[in-house]
DNA sequence: ATAATAAACGCAACATTGTTGCATTTGAAT
DNA sequence: ATTCAAATGCAACAATGTTGCGTTTATTAT
């Protein structure tokens, strides 16, 4: 994979934030950037485990780079996300571990995605 | 709100499954009906709340149903969903109660979403 | 430093999903 | 049967995401 200045600055911006993002808001935060470029940089990151995909409350699909304080290295999406129901911003509560529950039987899980709908620190 | 036969067809459908359906499956099932109703009625639904929308592991869109064995007659959707990666089927896991977590200082929650990705029990 | 080459880019074109406006049809109540 | 609001279906559009292909660029070896 190489250094290209798309791929910097998209892990420019994603390091920079707890927040996980859309294609389009990334787009929009640097618009020199070809869209369909952007789609594959994110598809390429996530193969390589340096970013993680979520989709929100209402659908829409986002990156998110896990800090250092995520508590997997493998990035196994382990952690809650919040999505505020005011600004629309999702955020990693990297600290929050997903909980385990009870399945029936003959089911058997790989990946538990919560993701917690309400209102942000911010817009409380 | 009025007893159409697109309405009746819909409900039909998903009464007799534990499956959320997405829209697209729906209006293969039944291929008299045309897209926008079929978009218009599933709206009307939800905000009827008769059926509930849940977003699968893939960003794919769905509606269930919740039978009577829904814990919740509001439909506040407080069950777990669970997304196969084999069969790509999503079910209603009426009985598997969402977790509660402990979120960070100021964030205040107003539902949660878990879908569990793995196999299920006709994949295994 | 330069040339070679595989990877990345950007454009066109397309597929899917979802929404809105508007004219027409239809269910239900009188 | 008549009426009228509600539901339908069509056209048109917007957003999101993918693929093919020719061009450009970053790296690697010379």
């Known amino acids: ?12 911006v994603l390091s920079a934030t ?4 859309s294609p389009s808001e990334l ?9 369909i470029t952007l789609y594959r940089t994110l598809k390429d990151f996530e193969e390589a485990g ?3 995909k ?3 409350t209402d659908g829409v699909t986002r990156f998110a780079f896990c800090n ?16 505020c129901k005011k600004c629309h911003k ?5 600290h929050v571990q997903t909980p385990s529950l009870q399945l029936p039987d003959g089911f058997s899980s790989t ?8 209102v942000c620190k911010h817009c409380a």
């Open 111 to 118: 990946g538990i995605n919560t993701v917690v709908h309400g």
């Open 90 to 94: 999702m955020f990693c509560l990297a």
């Open 50 to 52: 340096m970013i993680h």
């Open 18 to 21: 707890h927040l996980a993002l």
């Open 1 to 12: 994979m190489k250094a290209t200045p798309v791929r910097l600055k998209v892990l420019e």
């Open 68 to 83: 250092d304080d995520c508590p997997d290295a493998t990035h196994t999406e382990d952690h809650v996300h919040f999505n």
């Open 54 to 56: 979520i989709i929100d």
């Open 27 to 35: 787009e929009a935060s640097f618009s020199k950037v070809d869209r």
